[in-house]
């Protein structure tokens, strides 16, 4: 059991949107602020925006994060068969004094 | 670009004991914290440690603490995991990232505990 909750799975179809879900608490999300990661499969994940809605350099615009509360969502627009991957958050947690991930959103682009 | 290579990793049995290393290039190594990154098979990320980039701080995951030991030589731009006291459940990729907030990662390297 994750200390931040995804959902396991989401899907679309190309050119289209999907938006991924990251549920905390007042001791870590609601604290602090949220990283998202991609993981291609057999490849090690990846920084894809920080510090709630930052993007770091090469990231495309079409990754856009944000955060309200305890909740952080990761929007994906104008979706792309290379988008297929693991998405995961992640945050500080001030009760842990540790760093938490989701369990993780397969992402299918049907 | 950032370079991060792991080493170290392979089969120990429960109980035993093994030490990851990863090179870093390319970026000052000095000047930034680092961490250890776990994905045990078809899981997902578990932070395992983080270390400042001075050493004088260190951080471990309650699933760690006590066994692990994070540590790093910046004269040889190394980070280090010393794995004692290994079980089953610690059988994983582990990945080293720059940065608390895990900026950059290497490739990883495999550990497997089993008898």
């Known amino acids: 059991q994750s200390v931040l909750t995804q959902p396991p799975s989401a899907s679309g179809a190309p050119g289209l949107t999907v938006t991924i879900s990251c549920s905390g608490s007042?001791?870590?999300?609601?604290?602090?602020?949220v990283y998202w990661y991609q993981q291609l499969p057999a490849t090690a994940p990846s920084l894809l925006i920080y510090r709630n809605n930052q993007r770091p350099s090469g990231v495309p615009d079409r990754f856009s994060g944000s955060k309200s509360g305890t909740t952080a969502s990761l929007a994906i627009s104008g979706l792309r068969s290379e988008d297929e991957a693991d998405y995961y958050c992640a945050g500080w947690d001030d009760s842990l004094r540790g760093w938490v991930f989701g369990g993780g959103t397969k992402l299918t682009v049907l | 670009d950032v370079q991060l290579l792991e080493s170290g990793g392979g089969l120990v049995q429960p109980g035993g004991s093994l030490r990851l290393s990863c090179a870093a290039s390319r970026f000052t190594f000095s000047s930034c914290a680092m961490a250890w990154v776990r994905q045990a098979p078809g899981r997902g990320l578990e932070w395992v440690s983080s270390i400042s980039n001075s050493g004088g701080n260190t951080y471990y995951a309650d699933s760690v603490k006590g066994r692990f030991t994070i540590s790093r030589d910046n004269s040889k731009n190394t980070l280090y995991l010393q794995m004692n006291s290994l079980r089953a459940d610690d059988t994983a990729i582990y990945f080293c990232?720059?940065?608390?907030?895990?900026?950059?990662w290497g490739q990883g390297t495999l550990v497997t505990v089993s008898s």
């Open positions: 990232a720059k940065e608390h907030y895990f900026e950059s």
């Open positions: 007042i001791s870590n999300l609601g604290s602090n602020v």
